[in-house]
Every structure is written in C-alpha cells, then in structure tokens.
C-alpha cells in the first residue's frame, strides 16, 4: 500500500521547482488531492496523481503527476543529474520507497505508453526537455508522448486541434495516433515523431549568424533566410485555411479584440510599459472597417513552435499561450495574431543572436544588419502568406486594415513578452521594449 | 591501386569510382596541339596511380565538332586528331592491364548532319536512308516539344531544300534524330553498339537517351517505346557482353529518371543530377535540407543498379529537372539570391564554384564519396584546377589539364597557338600554380588527399552498395548519416558520416542508442572514438569538417 497522502506531503517542496509549474511569481499556499490510481503495483511502481495547487493570489491550478517509486536502497542510474525529478522518499508497505518523476524512468515511460496506446510497441525511450506546460517522451524516435503537467477541464486545444487538422488532411503537424482522457480533461496524447527535423528557432540563429559574421546582406548573405520564411508563411495560410474549414469562422470583432488587449495592458503590472502611448495605439483597431475574420488559430504561434523537415516546415504545439486560462485559449480570434507572434520571433531571433556574439565594437552595425533580416525575413513571409489563395477571406482585405489589426496584434504580443520577461528574465526585457518603442513612437 | 579486374564481378560499377575525361584535353602525344588517345594511354601510370576504377571517355568518334563532339558523322570511326580504332584498343588493352575499366561516351539520339546517313536520307524522298530520319511535310507538328536549346534553335524542325522537308532534331540543327520507328534504324544502333563492346569497350555513357521516339500528344520525353528500345540494348549486352554497364544521362527530376532503371532491365546506372546543386546550395545556407530534401524525394531503385553522383562535369550544372514544386523551390532559393544566379547554369569548375577553398572541396568529396552512389571525378578536378570563362560556351570548363609548370601546362610540345585552347595561365589556378607535378611531390597536396579518400573508400564496400539512413540532429548545419551492409561472412559493416555544412565549428548530439555498445573508429587515422552509449552521441565538428567511423563491437 502507497499513501498518496505521502507524497502530496512532497510537493510543496517538489512543484516549485518545475519548470511546468507555471507561477514563479506566486507562492503556493496549499497542495490537495484530486484523484489517484497506482498503473502499475509492483517495483518499479508506477502512480498517477491529481492534485489541485492554490497560490497566494487564490488562484488555481491543477497539476497532473505520473510518479514513480523505487526502493530506496537500489540507487538508479536515470536519477543521476536528475536532482529536479526527485520528490523525495516515503514509507510503503514493502519498505521505504525513493519517489521521483516517472517520465524520466524508461521502464515507467514504457508502462504509461502502454496505457495510452496498448497497441503500439516499442524499445527505446529518449526524454526530451522539458517544456513550460508539458514533458515529452520520444518512442523508438518513432513516437512521441507528450504529458500537459497543468490539467484543465475542456478538451486540450493541442490535441483538439491536431485531430481537427489531420481530419482536414492538413498534413504539416504530426498526427495524433492516441490519446488519453479522464473525464473532459486531455491528460496525454501520442503521436508520430518528426524525425529528421530541426526547430525553425534553430534554423533561423544558423541564418543570423551566418549574417552577422559575414556582414552582407540578408537578402544576399549565404544563410539567407528569405525562402525559408516564404515557405513558412504558405504553411501558416493553409493551417489558417485548414482551421476556418474545421472550426468555422465569424466576422471579426476589433472593439472586443480591443477590450482584450486593454485587460491584458491592465492585467500586466510592468512599469515599464506606457500604457497611455499602448492604448492609443490600439485605439487604430476603432478605424478597421473590415477586419476579416474571428476564427480558431494556433495562439502561440513563433519559430519555436515550427519544424522544418525533408518535407517541409511543420507546426507544433497548438495549446496556446500557457499562461492564459485555457477558455481564453480556445477563444477565436483574428488569424493575424498567430502571423504576429511570429513576426515577434523573428525579432527576437535577431536579438539573441546579437546578445550571443556578446558586446561588440560594431554593435551599431550589427543591430541595423539585424533589423534588416527581420525586415527581409517578415516581408517573405507576408508575400507568401498573404498571397495563398484564398486567405482573403479570413484577412481584411484592404492593406490598411490588415496593417492595422497585424500592428495591434504584434504590439499586444510585445505587451505579453514583458510581462514575461520581467517574471523570468529581465535580462531580456529589452527585446519586447523595443519593440513597443517602434509602435508607439 | 584497382589491382586487377575482377572479371566475374558483373555489378564493379556500383563500388566503382569513375575519371571522365576528354581526350581531346588530356595529353597530346603527337605535339598536334590536341589531345589524344595515344596520349591518354601514355597518362595511365598517373590514373593507375589516382585510383580510380574506371574511364569515361568523352566522345572519340569521328565528328564535324559542331558539339563537342555529341555531334558524331561516323559511330565506327576515331576522330583523326585523336588517333585510330588501334589506338582505342590499345587504350583499353592498358587501362584493363592496370586494372582500370574505360566506358565511353554515346549518343544514340541524333547523328551529325554531316553523317553519311543523314546526307542519304536528305537527297531525295525514296532513297534506302529516306525514313533513317524523321521528316514531316511542315513544321506543326509534336508542338508540345520543349526546344532545349532556346537560345539558339527556334524549333525542333528545319527545312531542307533538297527534299522540301522538315526534319525533327531535339538539340541542335546540326544534329537530326534518328528514326527510331525503323527497324532498320534500331539494329544499326545496336551493331554501333556491339562493334566498340567487341573491341574491349566496358559500357557507355548514353548521351541524351529520353528523346528517342516521337508521338502525338506528348512532349516526346520518356515514351514507353523509348524504353522498350532502351531494354533490347540491355538485352544485346546481357546476352553477348555481360559485365558491361549502361549509364544513362537523363537530366530529369529522380522520380522520373528511376524509369531509366526499367525493373533493373535497362540501364545499370543514372545520373543523380539534382544533388549537386543542392550540396552547394546547403554549404551556402548552412545547413543540412537542401540535401536530406532531394535524397528523401529520391525513390529506391532496382536490385543490380546505382545512381552517378558527381560535382562537376564537362556540362554546365543543370538546374531544368523539373516538377512544378521543385521548380518553385529552385526558383525561390536562386532566383533571388546573386551567388547562386551567378554561378548556377553558367560553366565553372568544382574550384572556382567553391571560391577555391580546400576544406569546402575535401567536404564535398566526402560528401561524395559517402552518399549513395557511384561518384564520377572530373578530370583536373583532384588538382583544383579552375576554369577560362571567356572561352564560350562549355569550353571553359575543358582547358588542358595541366600536368608540370612547364610549357603548355606539360599537356603538348605543340606551339603555344596551336593548342586546341589556351591552357589557364592565371596567378591562381594557372598551371604554373597547380599542375599534377607540383601536387605529386607535395604530400600535403590535395591530390594525395584524394587519393587517400579512393583508397580508404575502396576498402569499405558498405560505402558503395550499403543502405543509406540519414540521422535526425537537431542541428540543421549537421548532416550525419549511416551506411550498413551485410558482408558475405554474416557481419554487418556499418559506416557513420558526419559532416559540418557551416563554416561554423559545430555540435551534434546523434541518436545512437540502437548501436550502442559499439565502438567508433575514425577511417582514415584508425583513431578509436569513445563508445557509443544509450545517451545521445555528442560529437564537435571544425569548420566543414567530417568523420567517417565504421563502428566496431566493443570488446
């Protein structure tokens, strides 16, 4: 017998230290239990808990935890350098226990797959790093499972969405081959793993460093990254299409688009920002006659959540941005916003690659190299995008318009990042200050 | 050293590395001021001594050089300036002796027009050769054609008085196509065939083979009774010459050129054509897709047969192999980009292309050497000569080779004005600069490298006929990939390469978790490499550099 009560004694001290966890900023104030159920009764144990976190603000969340328990006298290789993953050690009825996070035991991350997809059979584990919301396992480099950390009830937009898209025969993600629910919360999915591929993050720091070392242009430089981008924006127009197909699409809302923004500018308590100068400038959404269309999209849209492959670019990752509440993920909006967070990656591409050649006598030189190559770079992705057929249905369809839903979407994204920054590396605040700077002035 | 031949081995081209040459560019053995056959022969020590398995001969034949010589007047003859039936003989009687197999260049397609056929043909309506060629009453017909040479030829008919016709010819004016709908037409062909096959000859290279036949309302491009005509040479060399090899150059996209293979009932061997520019294109860019894009686009082929891989050869590099995606691909990665328009379709050398760096070059031919196929070197190419671009039109690229920093790069004793071209007398790539002499005595050379890479390549087999997988690296500037091959003894030889595309020092963690046990040894150094484990295999990269490991049971 296991006391679940025993291990939630461990996580106050546990969730805190994950990057998962999703509150940096707040203190945990209580950890209860929700729900338990042991997969797998004998060594190397294998349970599964729901537990239900308040934080000092009040707010909530719900985490889900796959834990595995060892006896305390074997010392696991897969432990070492793995201080993160160890809860702690408690008492069972077969003597004291070492209990740590399955995911990162193979025999264990066997037993779960096994749960989800009895039907598929493997031999190798490989864990992948861990994301913000969410651990992945990657199957014979054949499968990949991927675990939401944070539960919410709903299905999970990253599931819900992949299923809608390979239905519409959208080819470039990767298909989920199964998943597992409990009750309406999505706890898990599986799916094929895209072997072979790099992430579009990566793709584009090969590019800017090659620019930044060889100082020509980027539109002419050999890492030119032009093309790349072009093929990216096509990809990101046929998943829009893809999406208006599966989901439907209303006409587009800019004043609650507005009230949205406005909340969040409110919702951040960064100092830094001019909220004055932030508003007005949203306040151009009130001049958008015909704004396109309000519709599902991707929520989280940048270069680290693409792929580029032998078969082209591929998108990742559909759950949004992991800090907003899971309605508001879902919550349609303009396609735009999706074409704007990537436009912010493509500034933050610049940026890091800069911050990366350290401080620099030609800094000036380089800073206006970069501002070109994401200049370059947004413009190939435009053209590509804007030009796919029929995506004039969703966007406005006067220049103006889209130029001014797009910059109030871009600047709202700019707004989120500082938030961000400041809570976790204020290091970087600068890059979406910048930004602001550029629209509001 | 090839050692001698193994004349049992019927499959050596898929193991073998490949020298084309140009006869007329080679050696000059009668100060004439023109390359040779004789010449060539006198040159063998040098080839013996590169290692190379096999010659391709650009076309010998008798011939008005209207083309390069692809415009042949005569299938049996030498062209005088390069010698004599005898001499070829000779030729192959001492490549075979030094272990060295010779194929050779033929264009089955067209003939000159100065060909006795073709004079025949043209007199009159009626006479024996009337239907040798195709004729047509106008000039309407089969518009669906593409003209290939668009600068020059506006059509792919041109009118002749005597017989107040139109006759049909893909390429140039000069060079009408063969009917092949006449029997007649098909067993001359074969008998050209047979007669240098006859003389020792180990294979040809087919020049232009998917224009054969004509029909209504198709483009003319690989009809299936061009591959029924292309399957009865197969045959004829099966049954009468087995050993012999049919390489096809059928410049189309890899899908399509897996045609040329038949059920491995036509050619042995196709030209890989889309590679080349992509692994320029990946150097450029920095990484890895451009190549792992083509290779995994490219479709498995027959049992007994391989692709020709190269890097650069007497064409310009060819950027028309076609599907609309590819073509859109193409499109938006050169078209915009002013290095790759530059040197992309326009003649230039493997040097020049590489802007005459020697780590891009070594790179490169690992890359070669490595990936599936059978690599063809250009000659002049393993001395890093470069190329004359104000020779017009492909002659750049086909400047004497330059064997000793004497007169005439060593190549003749003729007069300097006589050379057939100039040879390259520029402070870089002159042949007072790089020449076969300077680079034999320097062990540092870049021929002793290469030539170290034949070696090393030719004994691991796995590297010629093993499977090819590529590795998934997070790295995009990182290409990495395993060669394995059953031997016959039961053991897997299993080879791993890893290349840097960038110019950039590189990491790569590799997924190596199935071969783990195993023990790395870098190949050419026998340097062992710390164990491959069930964690990733973390391995650095200099600047464009690669490894090559077979990997060993630990123990």
New interface residues.
Partial sequence: MISPDDIVSLLPDFLPRQRWYGAADLELESVELAAFEVLRPEWPVLAWLLVDATFDDASTARFQLPVGLRPLEQTERFLEGKGRSFLGDIDTDNGPALVYDALVDPDLAHTLLHHIAPDEQVS?V?ALNVEQSNTSVVYD?RLIMKLFRRVAEGPNPDVEMTEALAEQGFEHISAPVAAWRREDSDLAVVREFL?????GW??AL??L??VY?SREDP??A???F??EA??LGGITAQMHLALANAFGTDEGDPESWAVTMRENLARSRARALDARAINTAYGELRKVKDAGRSMRIHGDFHLGQTM?T??GWYILDFEGEPAIPLAERRAPSSPLRDVAGMLRSFHYAAEVALVERGPAAEEDELRTLGRRWEQHVAEAFCLEYFGTPGIDDLVPSVDEDRRRVLEAFVLSKAVYEVGYELAHRPDWAHIPLEAINRLTS | MAGPIDWGDSRWYQRAVFYEVSVRGFADSNSDGTGDLRGLTDRLDYVEWLGVDCLWLLPFYQSPLRDGGYDISDFLAVLPAYGDVKDAAQLIEESHRRGIRVIADLVVNHTSDQHPWFQESRQSRDNPKADWYVWSEDDQQWSDARIIFVDTEPSNWTYEPLREQYYWHRFFHHQPDLNYDNPEVQQAMLDVVRFWLDLGLDGYRLDAVPYLFERDGTNGENLPETHEYLKRIRQTVDVEFPGRVLLAEANQWPADVVQYFGEGSECHMCFHFPLMPRMFMAIRRSQRYPITEILAQTPEIPDGCQWGIFLRNHDELTLEMVTDEERDYMYAEYATDPLMRRNMGISRRLFPLLENDRRIAELFHALLFSMPGSPVLYYGDEIGMGDNLYLGDRDGVRTPMQWTPDRNAGFSRADFAQLYLPPLMDPVYGYQAVNVEGETRNPSSFLHWLRRMIEVRREHPVLGIGTFDVLSAENPSVLAYLRRLVMQDGHESIVLCVNNVSRFAQPVELMLADLAGKAPVEMIGRVPFPPIGELPYFVTLPPYGFYWFTLHDEG
């Fill in positions: 190798r490989r480099e072997d072979g591929g790099t992430v990566q793709l090969t590019s460093r090659d070392d539109a002419e050999g890492g030119n032009g093309p072009g093929r580029r032998d078969n």
